[in-house]
């Protein structure tokens, strides 16, 4: 096991306990072996830390958990599984409470990392889940299984965003590159900044099979941000951050989509 290099999976939770055991069961199952999971929960009020506990009984050394004292928001809280995650962590990728990994979600981006040394991130397509367990499966991005060129990746991200963080799983030392580019903070669009930043230092690659399932509802953070128009307004300010960095990193090929990136965002918010 030690020969192959260690993977965390990193879980931030809060209040729910009606999704967490699928969760956890997937993270713990999967077929990678170097493999830790880090459960932190942010002072839930229902049952979520005595599932955890539960799952530390069954699988022991497999899976950290810890409590914080008192809820300190969403965005810290992923912070902080950062920080509590084993410092030999040579890869990580976050999954949502409320989602699920397939079994194969980490042995496959490993394999692709292994046989492509310049890439630092990899994308995996999703299917969709309601709150009531109906999953709708989604088209993907690409209509292939590649490997894409990290200033080719920025200029597609200009355009569109392609991954939430349950679909990126990344190599600790592109993350680290890239967050010198990171004097903005986007609490909706956290995700493709993050995206967009690692593009930058890495190439990305992409499996077309969904090898992980999002769970869409309406009491999550993307929901709440449509109905209130919060992600119109970090989208704008996102696309101009995009630029900013394309233009200090001399990648005017992703400097000439900003007009085309305006429009198309302000046809969908319209």
């Known amino acids: 096991m030690m020969d192959t290099p260690l993977v965390s999976i990193l879980i931030p939770n809060f209040n729910y306990a009606r999704y967490l055991e699928r969760c956890l069961e997937s993270a ?23 599932i955890a506990l539960d799952f530390r009984s069954r699988f022991k ?38 989602d699920f990994f397939h079994p194969t979600l980490v042995e496959r981006c490993m394999d692709i990392m292994e046989k492509h040394p310049s890439v630092g991130f990899v994308i995996t397509h999703r299917n969709a889940i309601d709150e009531n367990d109906r999953i709708t499966e989604e088209i993907p991005f690409y209509n292939c299984d590649c490997v894409i060129p990290g200033p080719k990746q920025m200029e597609v991200f200009m355009m569109a965003g392609i991954g ?13 590159a890239g967050e010198s580019l990171f004097p903005y903070r986007f609490d909706v669009a956290g995700d493709w900044f993050s995206n967009f930043c690692l593009a930058t230092t890495s190439d990305m690659g992409y499996i077309q099979e969904p090898l992980c399932t999002y769970r869409t509802h309406s ?13 119109s307004v970090e989208h704008v300010l996102l696309i101009h951050a995009f630029q900013e960095i394309a233009a200090s990193l001399d ?13 198309k965002l302000g046809t969908m918010c319209l």
């Open 28 to 50: 713990l199952t999967q077929r990678y072996d170097n493999l830790q999971v880090v459960f932190v929960d942010n002072h839930s009020t229902d049952e979520s830390y005595d």
């Open 61 to 98: 050394d497999r899976i950290r958990v810890y409590r914080n004292n008192e809820n300190i928001g969403g965005s810290q809280n992923c912070l902080k599984a950062i920080s509590l995650m084993d410092p030999r962590t040579k890869c990580h990728i976050y999954l949502s409470s409320d």
């Open 251 to 263: 990648r005017p090929a992703v400097c000439e989509r900003l007009g085309s990136a305006l429009e």
């Open 219 to 231: 009491t999550n953070v993307t929901t709440n941000a449509i109905r209130n128009l919060t992600n």
């Open 164 to 176: 939430v963080s349950t679909q990126c799983f990344r190599k600790r030392s592109a993350e680290i």
